[in-house]
T-cell receptor, first 111, second 114 residues
Framework: EDKVVQSPLSLVVHEGDTVTLNCSYE??????LLWYKQEKKAPTFLFML????IEKKSGRLSSILDKKELFSILNITATQTGDSAVYLC???????????FGTGTRLQVTL | NAGVTQTPKFQVLKTGQSMTLQCAQD?????MSWYRQDPGMGLRLIHY???????DQGEVPNGYNVSRSTTEDFPLRLLSAAPSQTSVYFC?????????????FGNGTRLTVT
């Protein structure tokens, strides 16, 4: 059974801190790994990673994939209160067009 | 630029009632899907469609039906609601099968079955 595990489950940091969110996976067929941010409603797309070792970056957010060790990290530098959300990791196994999601990491950024 | 639109936003049903959750997208996406999100379980795929007239089951299809008569619409039908179907339902679409382009999600429907 395909599995995606995220850690930590939740995290509270102060504004300005740097955080690292983890995502490990065990799947039968890997196609890509995706990160989403979910505030109150719809998950919104952050990154898609398909090749190992390549860093994707957007402003203060960055992500890297290690296909050998089967994990990805999402880094957020200089956190702001607007970064408070649940961050979801998903793996596309290319099987039946199905994304397997982790349960998410809830990040709270306090003043 | 509406994206993926879901209606209703909230719904309360009694056990045994049926209803349809509506989903429409205006991005000409081929692929559409329904997920449910439960605490501690992550998002789980219910049904999906790779194009008009084609549907298939996901991970948790029991108790749900779908149809795809047009590219834009992908309704989800609950045949006989059960308390276990209390959840938040998300419709999502993408231009190609996932892996080529990311899923775009609607804002969700919160369903309570009493």
């Amino acid at each position: 059974e395909d599995k995606v595990v995220q850690s930590p489950l939740s995290l509270v940091v102060h504004e300005g801190d740097t955080v690292t969110l983890n995502c490990s996976y065990e799947v039968t067929n890997f196609r890509s790994l995706l990160w989403y941010k979910q505030e109150k409603k719809a998950p919104t797309f952050l990154f898609m990673l398909t090749s190992s070792g390549i860093e994707k970056k957007s402003g203060r957010l960055s992500s890297i994939l290690d296909k050998k060790e089967l994990f990805s990290i999402l880094n957020i530098t200089a956190t702001q209160t607007g970064d408070s959300a649940v961050y979801l990791c998903a793996v596309d196994t290319g099987t039946a067009s199905k994304l397997t999601f982790g349960t998410g990491t809830r990040l709270q950024v306090t003043l | 630029n509406a994206g993926v639109t879901q209606t209703p936003k909230f719904q309360v049903l009694k056990t045994g009632q049926s209803m349809t959750l509506q989903c429409a997208q205006d991005m000409n996406h081929e692929y559409m899907s329904w997920y449910r999100q439960d605490p501690g379980m992550g998002l789980r795929l219910i049904h999906y469609s790779v194009g008009a007239g084609i549907t298939d089951q996901g991970e948790v299809p029991n108790g749900y039906n779908v149809s795809r008569s047009t590219t834009e619409d992908f309704p989800l039908r609950l045949l006989s609601a059960a308390p276990s179907q209390t959840s938040v339902y998300f419709c999502a679409s993408s231009y190609h099968r996932t892996g080529n382009s990311p899923l775009h999600f609607g804002n969700g429907t919160r369903l309570t079955v009493t």
